[in-house]
């Protein structure tokens, strides 16, 4: 299994530019976890997603975050227009089931994002 | 709503020294608690769960953590710390919503 796949690695972009981050989870996960990493706030939440559907938003910082998943092997997040506070490590995660003790959250690579 | 708390923001050690790393969590019903590491330039990995049975957990590389359900807590530990346990340590916590709550982060440095 080729694990959580994330792209781009890195991107750089100008401020007011839309930004994709692209995620496809390990095959059979019905889970899907996008998560930023800055040093101020450390790992916070965005969205989750459950058999294709967001469970939980609530950390998304504001509307110009938005994220999809119209099928079981692709999830986005996009931001438009992006910002340089947007700035980050955006990591994706997916797990099988979040209730069992088998269960264990697989990260992607993530994808540094820089916004000048 | 769940929250994590890890007390030490920056811990450094001397290697073989004894690690201790604090973890606190909120939430009133039923957890299942972790511990991730993050190396130098790379992505999370799991060292740890619990979920049930012995609150004293073992994981990889010689890690430990303890589960106290009256102090809300699950301290990671490690008798002998290495030059190669230099990395990031986050706490986190699942309710049985399935989201997955992250403390702070813990930075150990381990001086050879």
């Known amino acids: 299994d080729a694990g959580v796949i994330q792209s781009p690695r890195h991107e750089v972009t100008e401020m007011g530019q839309e930004v994709t981050l692209r995620c496809k989870p390990i095959?059979?996960?019905?889970?899907l976890f996008w998560y930023r990493q800055t040093m101020m706030r450390g790992l916070e939440l965005l969205i989750y997603f459950n058999n294709n559907v967001p469970i939980d938003d609530s950390g998304m910082p504001e509307d110009r975050f938005s994220a999809k998943m119209p099928n079981a092997s692709f999830s986005t997040l996009k931001i438009q227009p992006s910002e340089p506070r947007d700035s980050a490590v955006y990591f994706c995660a997916s797990s099988r089931d979040v209730f069992s003790g088998a269960n264990v959250l697989t990260f992607g690579a993530g994808s540094r994002l820089t916004v000048l | 709503a769940q929250s994590v708390s890890q007390h030490n923001h920056h811990v450094i050690l001397s290697e073989a020294a004894s690690l201790e790393l604090g973890c606190n969590y909120s939430y009133g019903g039923t957890v299942n608690l972790f511990w991730y590491v993050q190396y130098p330039g790379q992505h999370l990995q799991l060292l740890l769960k619990y979920f049930s049975g012995d609150p004293l957990v073992k994981g990889i590389k010689g890690f430990e953590a303890e589960f106290i359900k009256s102090k809300f807590s699950f301290n990671l530990r490690k008798p002998s710390v290495q030059w190669s346990d230099t990395a990031e340590y986050f706490c986190?916590?699942?309710?049985?919503?399935?989201?997955?709550?992250f403390g702070q982060g813990t930075t150990l440095q381990v001086k050879p």
């Open positions: 986190a916590v699942t309710s049985n919503t399935g989201k997955l709550i």
């Open positions: 095959s059979g996960h019905d889970y």
